[in-house]
């Protein structure tokens, strides 16, 4: 397969120019090279970030914002055999859906998630999102935002994520081996992608484009506490010039959600029940 039969005939309605393009692209790459396609299912959110659902010829759900998650993970309860990636903004994970994205870095079931990281709610024009900095501007913060942002990938490993990333939209090359390695991660894999948003958050291209380098081969993947650190050299914000990492911070093997399931051994839709409907009826009634 070829990263090129993955595409569909719908019409691209991103801006031109859009880092989005750059993550369409390396997640054909990645799933063309793993050769997965034909058991792989992703879903999406709301937003800019979800119209992939439309340009990835896969199987898949176009989710509901804020809830890529749960439908996520449902789906890899229905079939723990199959691939599931899950696509969100950072307004879609980190506002709305931030429950479910701390207790899926706990639970640990075997899905990828993607997040678009452009600083704000983009298919609404802009708003500040929870990874939005600091005297950010626009018309919902017309003053300058007044919160500093957290940081996603310290929540992730405070919260038990056993293979946190970060990515950069426009290194693609970069990228598409990061998505290889959270697919083939047993447990949840969990990459911060930067994808600088040209129309509502300009100025970070340049300064991302200036500070992003790809960590050490020296950095320690099993260390937690290096892992902490090297999340901390950056905090989303753009006051200093600080240098901004990516590549894989962390990663360790933990007993993945379904593998202490026995009912999840085989696929349900595998092990064909044959339920006596009489028998049940009669019970209940
Ligand atoms: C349940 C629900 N809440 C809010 C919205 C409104 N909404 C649609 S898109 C969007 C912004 C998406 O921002 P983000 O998730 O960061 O993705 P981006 O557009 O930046 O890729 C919002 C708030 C919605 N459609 N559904
Ligand atoms: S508004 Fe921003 S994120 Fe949305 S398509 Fe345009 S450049 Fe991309």
């Known amino acids: 397969m070829k990263p090129e039969d993955l595409s569909t005939k719908e019409i691209n309605t991103w801006c031109p120019g859009c880092p989005n393009f750059g993550i369409l692209q390396a997640v054909k790459e990645a799933v063309a090279e793993l050769a997965i396609a034909s058991n792989t299912a992703i879903v999406t959110g709301i937003g800019c970030h979800a119209k992939i659902y439309d340009y990835l010829n896969l199987k898949a759900f176009y989710g509901i914002h804020g809830r890529v998650l749960p439908i996520a993970f449902g789906t890899k309860l229905g079939d723990p055999q199959m691939t599931v990636i899950g696509f969100g903004g ?22 990828t998630m993607l997040v678009h990281n452009n600083q704000v709610f983009s298919l609404t024009t802009g708003q500040f999102t929870p990874t939005t900095e600091k005297g950010f501007k626009d018309g919902s913060s017309p003053l300058g935002l007044g919160e500093k942002p957290f940081n996603p990938l310290v929540l992730a490993l405070a919260a038990g994520a056993t293979f946190v990333a970060r990515g950069y939209a426009l290194n693609v090359p970069h990228l598409k081996e990061l998505i290889k390695k959270a697919i ?17 958050h ?3 291209l340049p300064y991302l484009n200036k500070n992003v380098y790809q960590i050490e081969k020296t950095h320690d993947l099993g260390n937690l506490n290096q892992a902490l650190a090297k ?48 028998k049940i009826i009669k019970e209940f009634k």
Request: net charge neutral; charged share 25%.
């Open 184 to 200: 083939l991660h047993k447990g949840f894999s969990f990459i911060d992608i930067l994808q600088p948003c040209i129309v509502y």
């Open 202 to 204: 300009k100025h970070s």
């Open 90 to 111: 950072d307004g879609d994970t980190y506002a709305e859906g931030m429950e479910h994205f701390i207790h899926h870095c706990r639970y640990n079931a075997d899905l």
């Open 231 to 278: 999340a901390r050299e950056w905090d989303y914000s753009y006051e200093k010039d600080s240098k901004v990492p990516i590549g894989v911070f962390y990663q360790k093997q933990r007993p993945t959600f379904e593998s202490q399931w026995p009912q999840l051994k085989k696929p349900w839709h595998i092990v064909g029940r044959k339920p006596d409907w009489a």
